[in-house]
C-alpha cells in the first residue's frame, strides 16, 4: 500500500477517496499514515472514520459503528471489543493541530516518525487543501477595501503544504483549492503565479511537475484554467468548482506518464442524489406571531399567480448520465443503511417556510429556481435591501432543481440554508446534513460529529470523495508505475 500523508484534512473526503481506490482483489491501494486537522469536531469524524475503515479492512465485526451512526445504541455501549480497539489505534492517525510555523517541528517530527516506518525509499503521497476562505470569491467581496486582507496569515497557509514538501519530498501531492485562487491577489502579484513561483523553489531544491487532471498537455503549455475540475462533470451531483495541481516529483517524472479524469457519460442530477429520502417536513423555530396571517395571505395569493403559469417545457439542459447515475448510487449506498442518519431538518422560521413555499411553487412551473426579487413584495423581508441596485447576495435564496446537478454546497449552508432550498414543494425547507452530504458524495455510512452546524461545516467543506476516488485511481496507477 502507498502511505498518504493528509494535510488540512477537514472531514476526510481526500482521503475517503484514496482509501477506497483498491489494487486487486480485496487490497487497497493506500493506507493513510496522518491527517492533520485544526478543527475539534471535524478530527472526531476523521477518528471515527479511521476506526470504520480499520474495522473494515481487518474484517472484524462492523455492526457497533452502525449501531452507533444510526443512533440504534450510545456510545458507551458500543464502546467495547474490536470497535474500542480500533477506535484507540485511530488516535494514531489524527492530529489536531493548528498548521503554521509555531506546530512545525512537532507536525515534521510526527511525519518523520510515520515514514521512518515505511520501507525504505517508498513512494508516497501528499494531499490535501490549505483553507479557502482567503481567495474565495465571497470571503473577498465581504472584505474589499480592507487593508489587513493582503497580510492575512491564511493566504499564507500553503506554505505549510509546501514546507512538507521541501522537508519530506513525497513522491505525488494533490493540493486543492478554490476557484477563486486564480483571480486572488497579494497587492499586485497574483496569488496563484506566487503559489507555483514557490512550488518550483523549494529550499531542499526538490524538484515537481506541475500536472494539470483534465487536459493532457506539457507543463509549459498549461493555462490556469487547465487546473480547473468541474466535479459535474465527472458524476458528482453537484456543480462545484475547484483548482486542483498534481505534482510529481521530477526524478521520477518520466517514468510516471500523464493521465487525465475520465469524463462521465452525463450529469448526475438532485433528484438521482436525494429523492429516495424520506421525506421530512421543518418544525417552526418561532411561534407565527399576527404578521404571520398577512404572510400567510400573500402565499395563497402568490400560489395562485403561480397556478396560472404554463408549466416548464424542456427543463433539462444537461444530458443525464446513466452510467453515472449507477456509479453513484452504488457509491452512495450501504445495505446496512436503510434509513440514513442525519438527515432531520433544521427548524426554520415560520416566515422563511412562507417563502420557500412559494418559491418551490414558482420553481416547479418555471423548471428553475425563481430569482428571489421574483418574489412578490410581501415575502420580502422587512429588513431587506433587495430591490436596491448593487446589494450584494439578491439571490440569496434558491430552490435547487431536480433535473440537474445542485449549485456548489459551502460551509455557510452551516448559516441558514436558504440557498439549498428542496425542490419539493411538500418539503419546502433547507437541505438536511444527509442532502447536503449526498451532493458532496459522502456514502450514507459516513457520519458527521458535532452539532448540526459543525456537521454542515464539515460537509461544505469537503472535496468530493466520488472524485477524489477518481484521482486516486491517477495517483495510485502512476505510483505503481514508478514502483513497478
Ligand atoms: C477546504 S477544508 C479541507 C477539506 C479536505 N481536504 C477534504 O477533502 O475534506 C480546509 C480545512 O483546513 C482546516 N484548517 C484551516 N486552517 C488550519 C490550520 N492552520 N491548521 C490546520 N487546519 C486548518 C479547516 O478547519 C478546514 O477543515
Known amino acids: ?66 449501531d452507533y451512526i444510526l443512533g440504534r445504541k450510545p456510545w458507551s455501549e458500543i464502546f467495547q471489543g474490536a470497535f474500542a480497539e480500533a477506535y484507540s489505534l485511530s488516535k494514531d492517525k489524527v492530529y489536531r493541530k493548528v498548521l503554521g510555523e ?13 515514514l521512518a516506518q515505511q520501507e525504505e525509499g517508498s513512494h508516497w503521497a501528499l494531499i490535501g487543501g490549505p483553507p479557502c476562505q482567503a481567495y474565495s470569491l465571497a470571503g473577498r467581496s465581504r472584505r474589499t477595501g480592507d487593508a489587513t486582507f493582503a497580510s492575512d496569515h491564511k493566504h ?27 483571480s486572488s491577489k497579494n497587492g499586485d502579484d497574483s496569488m496563484f503565479q506566487t503559489i507555483l513561483a514557490d512550488l518550483s523553489a523549494l529550499p531542499s531544491g526538490v524538484r515537481y511537475e506541475i500536472r494539470s487532471l483534465v487536459v ?21 451531483p453537484q456543480k462545484r468548482h475547484r483548482v486542483i495541481l498534481l505534482g510529481v516529483r521530477s526524478d521520477v517524472a518520466s517514468l510516471m506518464p500523464r493521465r487525465t479524469l475520465q469524463r462521465a457519460d452525463g450529469v448526475v442530477t438532485v433528484r438521482e442524489a436525494v429523492a429516495d429520502l424520506p421525506a421530512v417536513t421543518a418544525a417552526t423555530s418561532n411561534r407565527a406571531p399576527k404578521a404571520q396571517i398577512d404572510w400567510a395571505a400573500a402565499e395563497l395569493a402568490a400560489l395562485e399567480d403561480v397556478a396560472k403559469l404554463e408549466p416548464a417545457q424542456a427543463v433539462v439542459s444537461m444530458q443525464q448520465g446513466q452510467r453515472a447515475a ?21 427548524p426554520h422560521m415560520v416566515s422563511d417556510l412562507v417563502r420557500y413555499r412559494v418559491m418551490t411553487a414558482l420553481a416547479e412551473r418555471l423548471g428553475k429556481s425563481p430569482k428571489y426579487t421574483d418574489l412578490p ?3 420580502h423581508p422587512e429588513h431587506s435591501n433587495v430591490t436596491k441596485a448593487g446589494t450584494p447576495f439578491t439571490d440569496r435564496f434558491r430552490v435547487q432543481v431536480w433535473d440537474a446537478p445542485s449549485t456548489t454546497i459551502v460551509s455557510h449552508i452551516s448559516k441558514d440554508g436558504h440557498y439549498y432550498i428542496h425542490p419539493e414543494k411538500e418539503q419546502a425547507r433547507s437541505f438536511t446534513v ?46 505503481s508505475g514508478v514502483k513497478g
Open 156 to 182: 499564507f497557509l500553503y506554505r505549510e503544504y509546501l514546507h512538507i514538501l521541501s522537508e519530506f519530498k513525497p513522491t505525488i501531492f494533490v493540493m486543492e483549492n478554490v476557484k477563486g485562487l486564480l
Open 216 to 236: 493532457d498537455k506539457s507543463p509549459s503549455d498549461l493555462a490556469p484554467s487547465d487546473f480547473i475540475i468541474r466535479a459535474e462533470e465527472y458524476g458528482v
Open 434 to 479: 444527509r442532502e447536503a452530504a449526498r451532493l458532496q458524495t459522502f456514502p450514507d455510512n459516513y457520519f458527521f460529529e458535532g452539532p448540526r452546524t459543525q456537521q454542515f461545516h464539515q460537509v461544505g467543506n469537503a472535496v468530493p470523495p466520488l472524485l477524489a476516488k477518481q484521482i486516486g485511481d491517477i495517483v495510485a496507477a502512476m505510483l
Open 326 to 346: 449507477r456509479a453513484y448510487s452504488s457509491w452512495i449506498r450501504d445495505s446496512n443503511v436503510h434509513k440514513p442518519a442525519q438527515h432531520q431538518p433544521r
Open 102 to 114: 509555531d506546530a512545525r517541528p512537532d507536525v515534521d517530527n510526527i511525519i518523520r516518525q510515520k
Open 377 to 379: 413584495s410581501a415575502l
Open 1 to 66: 500500500m502507498f502511505p498518504l500523508i493528509d494535510l488540512f484534512a477537514g472531514p476526510g473526503g481526500l482521503n475517503e477517496g484514496f482509501s477506497s481506490v483498491t489494487a486487486g482483489e480485496g487490497e487497497y491501494a493506500f493506507e493513510n499514515l496522518a491527517s492533520f486537522e485544526m478543527d475539534a469536531y471535524a478530527c472526531e469524524t476523521l477518528r471515527l472514520r479511521e476506526t470504520f475503515r480499520h474495522l473494515t479492512r481487518t474484517g472484524a465485526d462492523t455492526s457497533g459503528y452502525f
